[in-house]
């Protein structure tokens, strides 16, 4: 009877295991696009609105999903905190702080650390091409990401059975 309880545990844990990793290459793409709805609505605030960086940070945040919303969020409270302080600086701290939240990689990081540089130290329509290029990167990614998911998802989630109910074959 423990014997049964204890491999009926490792078969759960082993299928738990599979589908969070499964998990992450599913949140992966509604992040992405996530992210990317908040950059053309940054775009949209800095060039048309003027407002200030701050304040489109928390905009945006207020309406993303909560996963990419909370690096906009800091962001702007990292802004209005330590005012004087280079955006850059502010929008790195917010990506460090928050990003392990997200189910995003190393890859969309680094197009988001590479727009901290521009992001308050130009003109609006250099801004503006910086976005319109962060946001054609992410759309590649996008596409990637949705084709790992189609590719890896389904295959963690059932090696994590199958891995289970290999140590249980192998415990008994």
Known sequence: MLK???ALLILFSATMIGWQIG???????PQLRALLLALQMLETEIVYGST??????AKIAARIPPA????????AEELVSKEGQATQICWQT???KHWMN??????????????????????????QK???????HLRALEE???VEQNKYERMYKTLGVLSGLLLVILMF
């Open 144 to 146: 990637e990401a949705r």
């Open 52 to 57: 200030p960086l701050h304040r489109a940070f």
């Open 23 to 29: 998990k992450s290459y599913a949140n992966r793409p």
């Open 94 to 96: 917010a990506l460090e």
């Open 130 to 136: 910086h976005l319109q290029l962060a946001v054609t």
């Open 68 to 75: 990419v919303g909370r690096i906009f969020q800091a962001a």
């Open 4 to 6: 049964l309880i204890g």
């Open 102 to 127: 997200t189910a995003l990689g190393n890859p969309e990081k680094d197009v988001l650390r590479g727009l901290g540089y521009i992001l308050g130290n130009s003109d609006r329509e250099d801004q």
